[in-house]
């Protein structure tokens, strides 16, 4: 069972933008490094953003970079998805790991072996051409 709650996501065309949100209803996201992740068909699930909970450091995958922003308020962490390109396309999962965790400081959060905790339900994002 997710622990995580997402939403947004959906079909959009190239160039179109959608956000995608985060929250944990059973618990507060404040203490938590929070990561955005996505899993195409046939292909291996990578590290899109990631933000820490400490001082909203963020980081980027370079695919990403300058196209999405990760920003979280007291209750929520979102991804604001623009320019939007057809291999954007996958399954967005969000995930939360303790924060004051060594493995979640600066870009170490996109790392594949980052101890991500809690998932959520996954959300479907589609860019059409």
């Known amino acids: 069972q997710a622990q995580l709650v997402q939403s947004g996501g959906g079909l959009v065309q190239l160039g179109g933008s959608l956000r995608l949100s985060c929250t944990a209803p059973?618990?507060?996201?404040?203490?938590?490094?929070i990561g955005w992740f996505r899993q195409a068909p046939g292909k291996e699930r990578e590290a899109v953003s990631c933000?820490?909970?400490?001082?909203?450091t963020s980081s980027y995958a370079d695919s990403v970079k300058g196209r999405f922003a990760i920003s979280r308020d007291g209750a929520a962490v979102y991804l604001q998805m623009n320019s939007l390109k057809p291999e954007d396309t996958g399954t967005y999962y969000c995930?939360?790991?303790?924060?004051?965790?060594?493995?979640?400081?600066?870009?170490?959060?996109?790392?594949?072996?980052?101890?991500?905790?809690?998932w959520g339900q996954g959300t479907q994002v589609t860019v059409s051409s």
């Open positions: 995930a939360a790991g303790w924060g004051p965790k060594l493995a979640f400081q600066g870009p170490l959060c996109l790392s594949p072996e980052a101890p991500y905790d809690y």
């Open positions: 933000i820490n909970d400490s001082d909203g």
């Open positions: 059973r618990f507060g996201l404040e203490n938590y490094a």
